[in-house]
């Protein structure tokens, strides 16, 4: 059964920074595309980025291009999301997800990750 944890998360001051982890386990697929979405009170979910386990190539939303950075760390099956220059806007609750293939395609679909972390929530405030 696969399974993700998200841990991170937090309040913090506009302009500052916070980190993002995504334990995953039970696939032994070697090229997982793991994304991160956030969802905002009343708004859908959005994505805003995803990595390629195997490969480690990111993609980025233009909403954190710049500001935030994915990376793995495959020794822990984990995968991180540094967020830095945080605005108000990027206030929500984040969901990493993974499915059992790579990231070539539709990777910003809610509906094509059949595997979702609970979530932890973010809040910047000005």
């Known amino acids: 059964e696969v399974k993700l944890v998200s841990s991170g998360g937090g309040s913090v001051q506009a302009g500052g920074s916070l980190n993002l982890s995504c334990k995953y386990s039970?696939?032994?697929?070697?090229?997982?595309?793991v994304d991160w979405f956030r969802q905002a009170p009343g708004q859908e979910r959005e994505w805003i980025t995803a990595?390629?386990?195997?490969?480690?190539?990111?993609l980025y939303s233009n909403s954190v291009k710049g500001r935030f950075t994915i990376f793995l760390d495959n020794a822990k099956n984990t995968v991180n999301l540094q967020m830095d220059s945080l605005k108000v806007e990027d206030t929500g609750m984040y969901y990493c997800?993974?499915?059992?293939?790579?990231?070539?395609?539709?990777?910003?679909?809610?509906?094509?990750?059949?595997?979702w972390g609970q979530g932890t929530q973010v809040t910047v405030s000005s």
């Open positions: 997800a993974l499915r059992e293939r790579g990231c070539a395609t539709d990777v910003q679909h809610v509906a094509n990750f059949p595997y």
């Open positions: 039970g696939t032994t697929y070697p090229g997982n595309c």
């Open positions: 990595v390629n386990t195997a490969v480690g190539v990111p």
